[in-house]
């Protein structure tokens, strides 16, 4: 721990330093000395420090290292040259002690000197600290006879390389031990080596019987920095020799509650040393001999017949002494569920499930379904039954008080109904562009498992391309052409129902865009189209021209009245555009042959 205590000299310099320093032998120490000058105003502008360290085994000091703001200087041939550096701030200045050793657990001194400003000295002093190695303890081989008449030497104990010396105390049973005549002595060895302390530590004890199941250990206790720790020994059990006088029965595995299958072992001890052989027997077979192993009875495998009171009797002494112990065997039988196997149900009905396991010990019943809790406790409620009711249901029953003892059953609930369409609505209205091909999706589920069928009216070109079936669920998938607008069932029926989905789809016309004009399409378009028009005046010359050769078209007077008269006629010449050829030659040769019927020559 560290204590600050002020120092102020002249009334012009404070300085605060810790009354000790606390470090771990081969850490860095850190010695602040804090300081100030009381007159604000009056500042001096050279300070001078000094750190000195006590001589060991003497009163006088040496300095170690010197500083002002500018420089720092240790000094040589001393201990500390090249282990020591003293850093400035604020508050004051900081002795800094690398690889701290033992020896230097002593008083160090700081010395401020302010000129007319005034100067102060402080001290602190630097304790070490070296934890020990943990303890050894080491028992007696022999056996320890309660007819001694003076305590014997139970056990010893070691601790290493310690500093400041270490402490040791003995206990019996986490108790400690105390120093008693006759009773308990303890001998303590210590040695100094290399400025570290290593102590030993006999223990000698009167035993009684009742040490013969006693656990006897150490502690060492040490200081460390600011606090004082403690490391205790493994413990010992020592061998007492006496007369027996009692004999003892106990399970010695499995440790806990036994259950059918485990394998069992009963020790047998008497209160005497050397002990005595002895035999088992049942109590309500006190006659029958058990095979046995010298104290050791094991029963492999248990049943539950084997529970019961156990004996062992020595054979050196009356059969009223004697070791008993209860054993009891739990089980666990096989869990029953009700109803078993498979079991079905109409949708929207209800089931009462149950689940039970005789057991010797408080039981715990859990329903799962596809690793889901979905109950807890022997009876499982099943109402309104839908399709994701079937499944199977395993109930685990367990024993709280004993979880190796567990055991399952289960039961499969299938729901029998008509087919159930999945997926949303049963009337489906879409929009698709003309030409393209469309995936019209339907799911059903139901008990026993629904087939699809479809009627589509609107389109020739439809195929199914998705039919897949499970347990509970059939899934088909048609691909359908849109060329006008189209209506498709999707039938879904089992034994028990038909279920429908409607598909409407309106067919949409697809628009097509012109194509993006470019320069050389252009040029070959125009081309093409001058041909057309030469070869068009090329053929309405050739006509005219064979119409006149014919006098068809007279010149004049006459000639004009006469094509008006025609042009009055039911059947004049029409040049139309068309895209059928023939009927282009029909007008062309109607132009050539005229038509000399009026108006009535039909």
């Given at each position: 721990m560290c204590m600050s205590v002020c120092f102020t000299a002249w009334a012009k310099v404070e300085l605060t330093m810790h009354e000790s320093v606390e470090v771990y032998l081969g850490d860095s120490a850190q010695i602040p000395c804090q300081h100030s000058f009381t007159d604000a105003n009056n500042e001096p502008s050279f300070v001078m420090i000094q750190w000195f360290v006590r001589v060991a085994g003497n009163s006088s000091r040496t300095r170690i290292v010197y500083a002002?703001?500018?420089?720092q200087m240790v000094d040589d041939n001393t201990d500390y040259s090249g282990r020591i550096e003293v850093t400035s701030d604020e508050q004051g200045t900081r002795l800094t002690i690398q690889e701290v050793k033992l020896s230097d657990e002593r008083e160090f001194f700081c010395q401020v000197n302010g000129l007319a400003?005034?100067?102060a000295e402080g001290k602190t002093h630097l304790r070490v600290f070296a934890p020990p190695e943990a303890p050894v303890i080491?028992?007696?081989?022999t056996g320890i006879s309660v007819t001694n008449e003076a305590p014997s030497r139970v056990a010893s104990c070691e601790v290493q390389n310690g500093y400041p010396k270490p402490n040791i105390t003995w206990y019996r049973n986490s108790v400690p031990l105390m120093p008693a005549p006759g009773h308990v002595n303890v001998l303590t060895l210590v040695i100094h080596e290399s400025n570290l302390y290593s102590v030993q530590s006999t223990l000698e004890y009167k035993v009684t019987k009742e040490d013969k199941d006693a656990h006897f250990s150490c502690e060492v206790s040490f200081f460390v920095p600011g606090a004082i720790r403690t490391v205790e020994s493994s413990s010992l059990n020592i061998t007492v020799h006496y007369p027996t006088t009692m004999v003892e029965l106990w399970k010695e595995s499995p440790q806990g509650l036994v259950k059918e299958g485990d394998t069992v072992e009963?020790?047998?001890?008497?209160?005497?040393?050397?002990?005595?052989?002895?035999?088992?027997?049942?109590?309500?077979?006190?006659?029958?001999?058990l095979d046995s192993n010298g104290d050791v009875l094991i029963l492999s495998p248990v049943t539950r017949k084997d529970g019961g009171i156990y004996q062992c009797h020595p054979l050196d002494t009356s059969d009223e002494i004697k070791g008993e112990v209860q054993l009891t065997v739990h089980y666990l039988d096989p869990a029953v569920v009700v109803p078993k196997d498979s079991e079905f149900m109409l949708k929207g009905e209800d089931l009462t499930a149950t689940c039970n396991a005789l057991?010797?010990?408080?039981?715990?019943?859990?329903?799962?379904?596809?690793?889901?809790?979905?109950?807890?406790g022997n009876t499982?409620?099943?109402?309104?039954?839908?399709?994701?009711t079937s499944g199977e249901y395993i109930c685990e029953v367990t024993v709280p008080t004993l979880p190796a003892l567990h055991t399952s059953g289960s039961v499969h609930i299938i729901v029998q109904g008509g087919p159930q369409l999945l997926g949303g609505e049963q009337e489906v209205q879409l929009e698709e562009a003309a030409g393209r091909m469309v995936n019209l999706s339907c799911e059903a589920q139901g008990h026993p498992l629904p087939s699809i069928s479809w009627s589509i009216i609107g389109s020739q070109n439809w195929h199914e391309v998705v039919?897949?079936?499970?347990?509970?669920?059939?899934?088909?998938?048609?691909?359908?052409?849109v060329t006008s607008d189209i209506s498709a069932l999707c039938n879904a029926s089992n034994d028990m129902g038909t279920e429908v989905k409607a598909f409407s789809i309106k067919a949409i016309p697809r628009l097509t865009s012109a194509a993006p004009f470019s320069p050389a399409e252009g040029s070959g378009v125009i081309i093409v189209v001058i041909i057309l028009c030469l070869l068009l005046l090329a053929v309405l010359g050739s006509v005219l021209y064979f119409l006149h050769k014919k006098g068809k078209i007279p010149c004049g007077r006459s000639g004009k009245q006469e094509i008006t008269k025609e042009k009055t006629t039911k059947d004049d010449i029409v040049v139309e555009m068309k895209t059928n050829t023939k009927n282009e030659e029909a007008v062309l040769l109607k132009a050539v042959n005229g038509d000399k019927k009026g108006p009535n020559g039909q």
């Open positions: 002002d703001k500018s420089q400003a005034g100067n080491e028992g007696v081989l009963l020790r047998c001890q008497g209160d005497g040393n050397p002990p005595s052989p002895f035999v088992f027997n049942r109590e309500q077979e006190p006659y029958v001999d057991s010797s010990l408080k039981t715990s019943t859990v329903w799962y379904k596809d690793g889901r809790q979905v109950g807890k499982l409620h099943l109402k309104d039954a839908t399709y994701d039919n897949k079936a499970n347990e509970l669920v059939t899934h088909s998938v048609v691909s359908v052409k």
